[in-house]
């Protein structure tokens, strides 16, 4: 079990670990480390059966850089539970030395004492502090995503983050950093609903609104939207096309206790959204019969 060898963290399974420490101690030989584990960063190891998650990174990366480094940007989006996040992408953190081993990012950027906190015993940025790395150093179609998920989570005030802006304002980076907070949206909960958000941003039409619930007869939330025009009762639904039992019939569902709202409903997919040359005129289309029905019932 990994949760006895050295550096593993307690409680927490599967768990990257030291290697040599845990030979040393007798709990595994060389041979068995070699061949049933996986070396991550050097001399920090995981089950060749487990996947490395971004979260499982982060945890190696910690303990492969030391208690003087703080985990930063996709790292400490892990720790404070984001989802959605690229398992491919490094790990990221801070600190003076700048040598990096491959899967492995580290900035030498200061942090002021406010910007870090203890989590699962490591040492990550904050979560305003990591929404504000990641606007700045990420392109603004990878950061939005990521902001909004770290967002959603954590239930980040915005205005946080522009504050450290304006605390840091000749940082590199920070006006990238405006771009992509000015259309972050904490009521998104996949990276699709983001990308459907602001596709759909510029159609034309006011009143976007996003996170829209719905209540019963006793005044209990029984459904959400990821975004719709209210005023037009459009609802836009994401289709996540999942492959598991049971998706397509929740989507039909759905679409079914919408209309039973009286709303229309618009679904999105990943294709649709990349290529917008679908979405945009379908929605622009449905709005357009909704004002003029209402128009005529005047």
């Not at 492969?64 to 790990?91: R, Y």
């Not at 305003?128 to 239930?155: Q, S, Y």
């Not at 904490?186 to 983001?194: D, R, Y």
């Not at 037009?232 to 209309?259: F, M, N, S």
Request: charged share 25%; aromatic share 8%; proline share 6%.
């Amino acid at each position: 079990m990994t949760g006895q060898f050295p550096g593993a963290f307690s409680g927490r399974q599967p768990s990257p670990f030291l290697g040599r420490e845990a030979v040393r101690a007798g709990l595994l030989t060389t041979h068995e480390l070699e061949t049933k584990y996986r070396a991550v960063y050097r001399n920090v190891y995981l089950d060749n059966e487990v996947a490395l998650t971004p979260l499982l990174r982060a945890r190696a990366a910690w303990l492969f850089a030391g208690p003087d480094a703080v985990l930063s940007g996709v790292s400490a989006a892990a720790v404070h539970g984001t989802k959605w996040l690229n398992a491919d992408a490094p790990a990221e953190i801070v600190r003076a030395n700048r040598h990096a081993p491959k899967g492995l990012r580290v900035h030498s950027y200061a942090l002021a004492p406010e910007d870090v906190m203890q989590r699962e015993g490591m040492r990550i940025t904050t979560a305003a502090r990591t929404a504000f790395d990641l606007g700045r150093l990420l392109p603004h179609e990878e950061a939005v995503p990521i902001i909004d998920a770290l967002m959603n989570k954590t239930l980040l005030d915005p205005e946080d983050v522009w504050a450290l802006r304006r605390a840091n304002s000749g940082v590199r980076g920070v006006d990238r950093l405006r771009s992509a907070l000015a259309v972050a949206d904490g009521a998104s909960q996949t990276p699709l609903e983001t990308r459907t958000r602001l596709a759909l941003r510029y159609i034309g039409i006011p009143g976007l609104e996003t996170g829209i619930r719905f209540y019963d007869v006793c005044g209990m939330m029984c459904n959400r939207v990821p975004m719709g025009w209210p005023r037009w009762q459009l609802a836009i639904e994401c289709d996540e096309e999942e492959d598991t039992p049971g998706y397509r019939e929740r989507v039909h569902k759905q679409t079914a206790e919408l209309e039973w709202f009286g709303w229309s409903v618009v679904w999105a997919t990943k294709a649709m959204v990349s290529g917008r040359s679908e979405l945009v005129p379908r929605v622009r289309q449905k709005l357009l019969a909704a004002r003029r029905q209402a128009g005529s019932a005047r």
